[in-house]
Nanobody, 118 residues
Framework: VQLQASGGGLVQAGGSLRLSCAAS????????MGWFRQAPGKEREYVAG????????YYADFVKGRFTISRDNARNTVYLQMNSLKPEDTAVYYC????????????WGQGTQVTVSS
């Protein structure tokens, strides 16, 4: 099972990026998926999540109104549209899938670097 994240890069503050995470090896069409991030010297933190049917989405307070999570079950892919980026959004972003009842993902992607310059 692999979760391949892509779409990261360098962007100026106020800009936008769209991250993608394509799953292979099994389908996650019946599982919650999400995004986390880890900045240098900080712990990994939750960013956003989406239910299997996409009828519910969840966001950390620091991205509400700026980031949008979505998914395409036919493509086994989850997306994170990031707008109005800030330098403090600089981090490695990880996609995750198949959450336990404790909220811990069973599967992690390899991460994609997002750097926001001021």
């Amino acid at each position: 099972v692999q979760l391949q994240a892509s779409g990261g890069g360098l962007v100026q503050a106020g800009g936008s990026l769209r991250l993608s995470c394509a799953a292979s090896g099994r389908t996650f069409s019946r599982n919650r998926m999400g995004w986390f991030r880890q900045a240098p010297g900080k712990e990994r933190e939750y960013v956003a999540g989406i239910s299997w049917s996409a009828d519910r989405t969840y966001y950390a307070d620091f991205v509400k109104g700026r980031f949008t999570i979505s998914r395409d079950n036919a493509r086994n892919t989850v997306y994170l549209q990031m707008n109005s980026l800030k330098p403090e959004d600089t981090a490695v972003y990880y996609c995750a899938a198949d959450f336990t009842v404790n909220g811990n993902p069973r599967y992690w992607g390899q991460g994609t670097q997002v750097t926001v310059s001021s």
